[in-house]
């Protein structure tokens, strides 16, 4: 399990893992890229947990945030048109360092669990009204402490 040690590791340059998994705390299903697309727009849902490389993203510092880079296809998690909209679902889109791409992790406890907040939104990423549905699209919605926001960071 990553924790705030491994974060911070990884801001000062230190050694990165392969990747990371971001685990939703309410559902224990894990942020995927469906059905391992390499396309542009494609949806990034939570899934069952397996590991696989569109479950792994690399997280790559900028300006204190971070994008986060999938394995499987090399682009990156992004709120669509820099929207402001709240229930906004996002996607993989190339990476292109737009702010709509920059995510910061907000540290909810001491075990490795975060909030990922949009940069250019303010929003945290969240699977909507706390679904438990395998495929359910992740979005941005105002920031509120529900556990549908709160991503567990695993090391991998």
Known sequence: MVNI??????????PAPIGIQLQAQHSAQCLDVSGAS????????????????????????????????????????????WSMTLGTAVMQWTCNGGA??????????????????????GQCLEVPAWSQQ????AGQWMCNGGLNQHWRVIEY
């Not at 909810?108 to 939104?121: C, K, M, Q």
């Not at 395998?134 to 699209?137: K, L």
Request: glycine share 12%; net charge negative.
């Open 38 to 81: 390499a396309a542009d727009g494609a949806a990034v849902v939570q899934w069952a947990c397996h590991g696989h490389s569109n479950q792994l993203w690399r997280a790559e510092p900028v300006d204190g945030h971070w994008m986060l880079r999938s394995l499987i296809s090399g682009k990156c998690l992004e709120v669509p048109a």
């Open 134 to 137: 395998g495929g359910a699209q």
């Open 100 to 121: 709509n791409q920059h995510w910061r992790f907000e540290a909810v406890d001491d075990f490795g669990t975060y909030r990922l907040i949009a940069r250019h939104s």
């Open 5 to 14: 040690i491994v974060v911070l590791l990884l801001a000062q340059g230190g």
